[in-house]
């Protein structure tokens, strides 16, 4: 995943431009990679499969130590969303590849 860091505002024209830049980069399937890794050491540390976190997270039934997991809960919540992301553009583009295969 794409980061921007900076010691202090920078101006807005090079904000903007650096903006840009981490947009025309980006790659959804290297995010859901590093996501995925993400999920994993988090699910090894705590012995505990991310979607079940998740679910009692969300239900607020987790103990004193994982309740307060805000990164693992956003972690979470970012893979599905991008998992979403890839799996619709990926269906997309098998639907129009057929649709052109059939139209010739």
Not at 28 to 41: C, K, M, Q, W, Y
Not at 89 to 101: F, G, K, N, P
């Amino acid at each position: 995943m794409t980061t921007l860091t900076f010691n202090g505002l920078p101006p807005s024209g090079e904000f903007r431009k650096m903006l840009h830049q981490a947009l025309a980069t980006a790659n959804p399937v290297d995010d859901l990679l590093e996501l995925s890794h993400r999920l994993f050491e988090y699910e090894q540390e705590h012995r505990m499969p991310s979607a079940d976190f998740y679910q009692q997270y969300q239900a607020g039934t987790l103990d004193d130590d994982l309740q307060h997991c805000v990164d693992w809960a956003a972690v979470y919540d970012l893979f599905v969303k991008t998992k979403r992301i890839v799996e619709a553009t990926l269906m997309r583009a098998a639907i129009q590849t057929e649709v052109s295969e059939a139209m010739v």
